[in-house]
Nanobody, 124 residues
Framework: QVQLVESGGGLVQPGGSITLACADS????????MGWFRQAPGKEREFVAL????????LYARSMKGRVTISRDNLKREVSLQMNNLTPEDSAVYFC?????????????????WGHGTQVTVSS
């Protein structure tokens, strides 16, 4: 069973950077596409970035492109999300999720397993 745990969230100043991590404590993430999504209060969950197996192809949300990098360490069973030049609009709970189909899909409905999320707050 896949058990995802996010970490690395916290308070960041505008213009700052943060790196989030997602680890699978249950089983291997082999062949899964890994995605990051976020949800702000009162808003729908939105796509941030994804990375396919074994890490060659990536996809980024247009609003995040140029400010975010997703990577994966398959030996450690971890996926990371580095975000730069953050603004208050980036404040949200960030979730990682798995897509067993291995596709490049930005639709959260296509992801089967989800972590509980980690809060990122961008504020001075």
């Amino acid at each position: 069973q896949v058990q995802l745990v996010e970490s690395g969230g916290g308070l960041v100043q505008p213009g700052g950077s943060i790196t989030l991590a997602c680890a699978d404590s249950g089983r291997s993430l082999a062949y899964y596409t890994m995605g990051w999504f976020r949800q702000a209060p009162g808003k729908e969950r939105e796509f941030v970035a994804l990375i396919t197996w074994p890490g060659v192809r990536t996809l980024y949300a247009r609003s995040m492109k140029g400010r975010v990098t997703i990577s994966r360490d398959n030996l450690k069973r971890e996926v990371s999300l580095q975000m730069n030049n953050l603004t208050p609009e980036d404040s949200a709970v960030y979730f990682c999720a798995t897509d067993a189909n291995g596709a490049m899909d930005d639709n959260p409905a296509e992801y089967e397993y989800w972590g509980h999320g980690t809060q990122v707050t961008v504020s001075s």
